[in-house]
């Protein structure tokens, strides 16, 4: 079994920290790990509240309002919470805000793939780029990438999304070698949580998903799971652990003939509830 490492006093950054996934990590992390946790989102409102929600139960937590496509507005956060005098230098960083762009390719508009690329890849990477300097001097960090069975599988309504998360992927790949090669193996970390569909908000906008095999993961449960991975500094982590069978084995031997009769075999399907492609915060 993986040895456990303390969060205790720690500094985390949490991208898209005010809902959802994020929201629930935060709180585990503050509460319960006793971590020091900012939050970084564009909803102030539901920043706050979850800071107030942390708070109230006795752990730390700051609320910094943050677009992650904007790499200034994450430079000046960046400065913010080096100042604080509760907070100083970030150990883990957890890029987690995405939005949803979900729709069929031609009925999408351009404004829609830009936007996803502007949050869902350049976020992403702005994020990592704006607190690796740090960690590099350091010479110690964690960084954690908050994926998606999408990440491995393109599917139908996903041009955008898919397109967003296969990069992250190949980004967060790319750059541990990056590290490797550098001198830093094992001193900056590298976790990949890759979920099936989880239960939160963004399942609202959607008819419910459906498979053969697998049912929408409960938010609590992926909360769990993120974390345990990040305490284990697991390099990738599965939710559900079977689906990492899919990805990393039945992945490669898909062949064209394959596909149809894959598809048949396990029955996966979601639809948006309008036609129309719609944005959602996750």
Same mark, same amino acid.
């Given at each position: ?27 585990? #992390?503050?509460?319960?790990? +006793? ?5 970084? $989102? =564009? !909803? ?5 509240? @979850? *800071? ?53 390719? #031609?009925?999408?508009?351009? +404004? ?5 690329? $502007? =949050? !869902? ?5 702005? @994020? *990592? ?154």
């Amino acid at each position: 079994m993986a040895a456990m490492m303390s969060q205790e006093d720690h500094v985390v950054v949490i991208t898209g920290g005010a809902m959802g996934i994020g929201k629930e990590v935060s709180k585990r #992390l503050a509460i319960q790990q +006793k971590a020091k946790v900012c939050i970084l $989102d =564009v !909803n102030e409102k539901e920043g706050l509240n @979850t *800071v107030n929600e942390i708070t109230n139960e006795g752990g730390v937590a700051h609320y910094f309002r943050c677009d992650v496509s904007d790499h200034e507005s994450l430079q000046s956060v960046k400065k913010e919470i080096q100042a604080h005098p509760q907070l100083g230098n970030v150990h883990i960083v957890i890029c987690n805000a995405a939005v949803l762009r979900i729709g069929e390719c #031609l009925d999408m508009t351009e +404004k829609d793939y830009k936007i996803n690329s $502007d =949050v !869902n890849i350049l976020g992403h990477i702005y @994020t *990592v780029r704006t607190f690796l300097p740090e960690m590099i001097a350091a010479q110690r960090g964690h960084i954690v990438s908050v994926g998606s069975i999408c990440s491995y599988y393109g599917e139908h309504y996903g041009t955008a999304y898919c397109t967003a998360k296969f990069a992250c992927r190949g980004f967060i790949e790319a750059l541990h070698m990056e590290m490797i090669a550098k001198g830093l193996y094992n001193k900056i970390v590298f976790t990949s949580i890759y979920p099936y569909f989880v239960r939160t908000n963004m399942i609202d906008q959607l008819e419910e998903p459906h498979s053969t095999f697998y049912e929408v993961v409960p938010l609590d449960k992926c909360a769990r799971e993120v974390i345990d991975a990040i305490l284990k500094e697991k390099l990738n982590h599965f939710i559900p652990g079977s689906i990492g069978f899919l990805c990393l084995y039945l992945k490669c031997l898909t062949t064209k003939s394959l596909l149809p009769y894959g598809r048949k075999l396990f029955n996966f399907s979601y639809h948006p509830k309008a036609k129309a492609a719609k944005i959602m915060e996750v």
